[in-house]
């Protein structure tokens, strides 16, 4: 089945500065590629998505690029703010119904 | 639209009782997940349906757990007897098409002593 892997586990920036997140996936038929951020005592929240058709997705500070070649993918925050602080996790899908998640990283920004 | 609903947020129980777990997921959505997170494993899925009816169950730890969905509004996450090596946070996620990423409840935190 697909495997997962997240880096790092934590992550510890200066407000303003970037941030960027990196996940690897085993199954080259993996085709979507979601990011959740999850925020203390809440469910995970959907923040961006790619798919496999794609190498670059924007929207405002984040933005997620893909390299199916080296099957990888990473998520990048631009001028942090403190509420960015939160626990962030990648997921790949490949055929099928589940998706397989990363293990998460856990984002400071510090004021 | 109200998002996915799980009920209770919190729950603390006795090792042996029964506990029940329940969510409403977002109308429309075909596909509801069970999933259980704890610092050691992370998010590991338990089961999920398409239309109401479970697809894969492989996920559940044990007997002690059974997920049922009656109706495409509610489903139920049971455990019994509960035991401590069950506390973690269950989320319950709702997804109208496989092909997209789910949205998720706010969890039960479940707490066995």
């Known amino acids: 089945g697909e495997n997962v892997e997240q880096h790092p586990s934590t992550l510890s920036v200066q407000e303003g500065d970037s941030a960027v997140i990196k996940c690897t996936y085993s199954?080259?038929?993996?085709?979507?590629f979601p990011w959740y951020k999850q925020e203390l005592g809440k469910g995970p929240q959907l923040i961006i998505d790619?798919?496999?058709?794609?190498g670059e997705k924007k929207d405002q500070r984040i933005a997620v690029t893909l390299n199916k070649t080296a099957k990888h993918f990473s998520l990048h925050i631009t001028e942090t703010q403190p509420e960015d602080s939160a626990v962030y996790f990648c997921?790949?899908?490949?055929?099928?119904?589940?998706?397989?998640f990363g293990s998460g990283t856990k984002l400071n920004v510090k004021p | 639209d109200a998002g996915v609903i799980q009920s209770p947020r919190h729950e603390v129980t006795e090792m042996g009782q029964e506990v029940t777990l329940r969510c409403k997921p977002i109308?429309?959505?075909?596909?509801l997940f069970w999933y259980r997170q704890t610092m050691m494993r992370g998010l590991e899925l338990l089961i999920y349906?398409?239309?109401?009816?479970?697809?894969?169950d492989s996920g559940m730890p044990e007997d002690r757990f059974s997920a049922k969905m009656p109706n495409a509004s509610f489903s139920t996450l049971k455990i019994q007897p509960s035991e401590p090596r069950d506390s973690a946070v269950y989320f319950c996620?709702?997804?109208?098409?496989?092909?997209?990423?789910?949205?998720f409840g706010s969890g039960t935190r479940l707490t066995v002593v």
């Open positions: 996620a709702s997804t109208l098409d496989r092909a997209y990423g789910y949205t």
């Open positions: 199954d080259s038929a993996s085709n979507y």
């Open positions: 790619i798919r496999s058709n794609v």
């Open positions: 997921a790949a899908k490949p055929a099928g119904d589940k998706f397989y």
């Open positions: 109308s429309g959505h075909d596909y």
């Open positions: 349906f398409n239309n109401n009816v479970p697809i894969d």
